[in-house]
């Protein structure tokens, strides 16, 4: 039987509503869902939480998350997506040179942010193509490219295809 995603909030955003997960006090996912889905105001402090620091990083796209998160994923992905945590707003790094740091290829780090349950709070969208925009959500085209375009063109980022 089809199980519907329940979520703890759905925040619309300029580029999209994010539904918001949470477990006891942590953070456990961030869902990019279309425009016009129903909103749902937050049912607990966490949720709340990630809502406020969304709303401030509208504001200030330099605005750090400070959140209780948990995410779980092998080794590797977790190597990968600590790296990403640490790209500042307004930068990017390529595939490249995340797997040339981590001492590996550019695939499984494409595979890692793939694989990312909290976007924008561990900031994947940061993560380019050596020869443009590169992927999003297991996305190369359509409304995850959109999403990507405009988190980078909110943090400043103007030099990606």
């Known amino acids: 039987m089809l199980q519907l995603a ?3 909030a759905k925040l619309p955003t300029p580029f999209a509503v994010l539904g918001i997960r949470t477990a006891g006090d942590y953070l456990t ?4 869902l279309p425009k016009g ?3 749902l105001a937050p049912v607990n402090r966490v949720a709340e939480r990630v809502c406020l620091q969304v709303e401030r990083y509208l504001d200030d796209p ?5 959140l209780p998160f948990d995410y779980r994923g092998t080794d590797f992905q977790c190597r990968v997506w600590r790296a990403i945590y640490r790209i500042p707003s307004g930068k990017t790094l390529t ?11 550019p695939r499984p780090v494409g595979g890692a ?15 380019v193509s050596r020869h443009g925009l590169g992927g999003f959500m297991k996305s190369r085209s359509g409304f995850p490219l959109e999403i990507k375009r405009w ?3 909110h943090e400043g980022v103007t030099d990606t295809a």
Do not use: W
């Open 95 to 105: 595939y490249v040179d995340i797997a040339k740091h981590l001492g590996t290829a």
């Open 6 to 8: 329940s979520y703890h």
């Open 151 to 153: 988190l980078l063109q």
């Open 37 to 39: 889905v129903a909103t």
């Open 113 to 127: 942010c793939a694989a990312n349950r909290i976007p924008i709070v561990i900031p994947c969208h940061r993560v």
């Open 29 to 32: 996912d961030i869902e990019y």
């Open 62 to 66: 330099e605005f750090r998350f400070d």
